[in-house]
């Protein structure tokens, strides 16, 4: 499939980095409204083309899907303009920063009969897919409780003015506090809950912002949560707890409890991460007798991974993720005519629940879900 990225910031390069893992995704050319970063990212990795604007991406009729890498805050408008013009859509996170501007994207893909979807991906990975597959054996029984961890310790105390990226960009820091870690963040771990578990019926949520200054150079126009919390009660009965801040420290793990062990994940954006079961009354014991877990049977096991759908990355830093694979999958999902396992309504509940986690007061606490979607297969490999 021919696509072309409009956007060559910071993120554009984790994108450019995986694309050779899927030689089916043909690359036509790139376009940025600042034309030296454009020209920068287009050098950097050897693309032919630089179109001179928005306009000019969509005239060109062998562009078949647009990846929209630009500012959260220009998602909709870009979205929009490409489905308007006949394209399908593959965005950076998340859909929309506003929840009737999601749903409006998703209402328009389905009236012109194109494909919109939306990163995260990770859900497509090695370890998300290899818990699924224990939560489909039963390996832990019946699931009770579910937490979701996502903070990325104290941000604001970093060097980021000094992160910049393969090609030059800079990271973009007041657009990711503006945006604010919820919306950045959190969808990581909620995509994976929803796969597991389905559509989730209502969220109770709670959010501040803890710090003020963040150390920026220039002065931040919005207050944005820098920690959120939310209880998810999903239409199964399942509960989760997820946590999301730029306060605590890193901490990307899930945990799964059921009534017959419990199933974890250290890093969700390790798509290699390894499973890890522990049997309740067996792992109590020797937790408590440490010269115990030696012995068989009462150690912590892993889980052994599904294999498939391993990837090299030319980015240095602490992703191991192919963030190309979502633009993949919905380019195979056209292809083959089947439904996208990150679909558009997919996209959208997620997009609705992180909302719903940095804004409870917005998006009302408890919050009863409007969306909802099918729930996607295991990839080929994982079933």
């Not at 920690?227 to 707890?241: D, Q």
């Not at 290699?272 to 009354?281: R, S």
């Not at 010269?291 to 991974?305: D, E, H, I, R, T």
Request: proline share 6%; glycine share 6%; net charge negative.
């Amino acid at each position: 499939m021919n696509i072309v990225f409009v956007g060559c910031g910071f993120v554009a390069d984790y994108y450019a980095s995986t694309l050779p893992n899927h030689p089916e995704l043909h690359l036509l050319g790139v376009f940025d409204r600042d034309s030296d970063r454009a020209s920068k990212f287009s050098e950097y990795w050897k693309i032919p083309l630089v179109y001179p604007s928005l306009e000019a991406v969509l005239n060109d009729h062998r562009v078949e899907m647009v990846i929209n890498l630009t500012n959260p805050r220009s998602h909709f408008k870009i979205s929009k303009t490409s489905l308007m013009a006949g394209k399908h859509v593959y965005s950076e996170k998340p859909l929309a920063i506003d929840f009737s501007n999601a749903d409006e994207l998703v209402n328009l893909a389905d009236e012109m009969n194109l494909s919109i979807s939306s990163a995260p991906c990770n859900v497509l990975g090695q370890s998300a897919q290899t818990v699924w597959k224990a939560l489909r054996e039963e390996v832990i029984g019946k699931v009770l409780l579910v937490y979701a961890n996502l903070d990325d310790g104290l941000i604001h105390q970093h060097h980021y003015k000094n992160w910049i990226s393969p090609s030059g960009a800079h990271w973009p820091y007041k657009d990711e506090f503006e945006v604010g870690c919820t919306l950045e963040h959190a969808g990581y771990l909620v995509s994976w809950l929803i796969t597991f578990f389905g559509p989730v019926h209502s969220i109770t949520s709670f959010a501040s912002c803890q710090i003020l200054d963040k150390n920026t150079d220039i002065p931040l126009d919005i207050t944005t949560p820098d920690f959120s919390i939310g209880t998810l009660n999903f239409c199964s009965g399942i509960v989760a707890r997820v946590t999301s801040s730029i306060i605590a420290p890193r901490d990307h793990s899930l945990h799964i409890f059921g009534d017959n062990g419990t199933l974890s994940v250290g890093d969700c954006w390790n798509y290699d991460a390894p499973v890890f079961i522990k049997q309740p009354l067996k792992y109590a014991v020797a937790e408590k007798y440490q010269f115990l877990n030696s012995l068989p049977g009462l150690a912590v096991k892993k889980y052994p991974l599904v294999k498939g759908g391993h990837f090299k990355y030319r980015y240095k830093g602490i992703h191991q993720m192919d963030f190309s694979r979502g633009i993949a999958e919905l380019a195979a999902s056209i292809r083959e005519e089947r439904p996208s396992r990150l679909s558009a309504h997919f996209s959208l509940h997620v997009n609705e629940i992180v909302l719903a986690m940095q804004y409870p007061e917005q998006m009302g606490s408890p919050r009863f879900l409007t969306s909802t979607f099918e729930q996607p297969i295991p990839m080929p490999w994982a079933k």
